[in-house]
Structures are given as structure tokens and as C-alpha cells.
């Protein structure tokens, strides 16, 4: 395991965030992440579950960063599920 910077935005906000993330994290953890910084404070909460975007897929909650194929500096969005 190993940490890297990553790009994050999220639906709604303004503020691309440089986040660390260690490469076996799943996308839950990186959502809670990225929503850690933004979500209360310039996104309204949601009751309904993150999901990360990546490329234009949705990556699957249990996918590790590098199983989801996200290189150091990535871009990811992170948003509340339709």
C-alpha cells in the first residue's frame, strides 16, 4: 500500500481538492474522503449513498484505487447516488 495524491471534485462544489489516498482504498473510503471536505460546508448533505466517477464510469464501492485503474493525479468525482 501506498499513498498518492489524487484530484478530487465534487458534484456541485466549486473546489478541486488534492486529497492523499493510499492505493487499497476502496471508494467508499475515498468518497467519505472527499466528502469530508466539502460536504456541510459548501454541499448540503444528502441522505442517499457517494459514489465516485472516474474516466465517465461509475466505480463500484468495493473496487480499490488501483483495481479502478486511478494514477496518481487522477481526476475523480465524487456526488450522491440518482
Known sequence: M???PLQA???GD???LLLPVDDGDP???VADKVAHHVVDH???AQDRP???RHDGRTLPDDATVVSAGVRPLDVVVV???S
Request: hydrophobic share 70%; glycine share 4%.
Open 2 to 4: 501506498a499513498l498518492f
Open 9 to 11: 471534485l465534487f458534484d
Open 14 to 16: 466549486l473546489v478541486v
Open 27 to 29: 471508494m467508499t473510503v
Open 42 to 44: 459548501r454541499v448540503a
Open 50 to 52: 457517494l459514489r465516485v
Open 79 to 81: 456526488g450522491y447516488a
